[in-house]
C-alpha cells in the first residue's frame, strides 16, 4: 500500500521559517509539493525529478523555498524560508508521473499538514 506522511507543518511569524518532511513508502521518480488555502484552489509549489534531480518552482516561491531529497530514506524535503502569511494552507506532498504543477499528474497524495503565518 503507497503511503505518503507529511510531517513539520505548524506555525511561524511573517519572515520566519518552517521544514516539512514527506516520508514514502515506496521509491517514486516524481514529486511535488502543493498547497491549499481555505477557498482556494490547490495549487503546486515545488516539484523533483528524484532520479536527474531537477526541480521546479511556482514563481511564488521562488528564491524562499527549497526542494530536496534524501533517497536512502525515500523522504522528500520542502525548507520555507521568509515566510509571508499568504503562505499559510494546508501542503500536501505527492507522488506521480512528471514533475509538474497540475495535480491531475500526481496518483498518490498525503494526507497533509498546516502551516500557518502570522503575526
Known amino acids: 500500500q503507497v503511503r505518503l506522511v507529511e510531517s513539520g507543518g505548524g506555525s511561524a511569524q511573517p519572515g520566519g521559517s518552517l521544514s516539512l518532511s514527506c516520508a514514502a513508502s515506496g521509491y517514486f521518480y516524481f514529486m511535488g509539493w502543493f498547497r491549499q488555502a481555505p477557498g482556494k484552489e490547490r495549487e503546486g509549489v515545488a516539484c523533483?525529478?528524484?532520479?536527474?534531480?531537477?526541480?521546479a518552482y511556482a514563481d511564488s516561491v521562488k528564491g524562499r523555498f527549497t526542494i530536496s531529497q534524501d533517497s536512502g530514506k525515500n523522504t522528500m524535503y520542502l525548507q520555507m524560508n521568509s515566510l509571508k502569511p499568504e503562505d499559510t494552507a494546508m501542503y500536501y506532498c505527492?507522488?506521480?508521473?512528471?514533475?509538474?504543477?497540475?495535480?491531475?499528474?500526481?496518483?498518490?497524495w498525503g494526507q497533509g499538514t498546516q502551516v500557518t503565518v502570522s503575526s
Open positions: 505527492a507522488a506521480g508521473g512528471r514533475c509538474s504543477f497540475q495535480a491531475n499528474e500526481y496518483n498518490y
Open positions: 523533483i525529478s528524484r532520479l536527474g534531480g531537477g526541480f
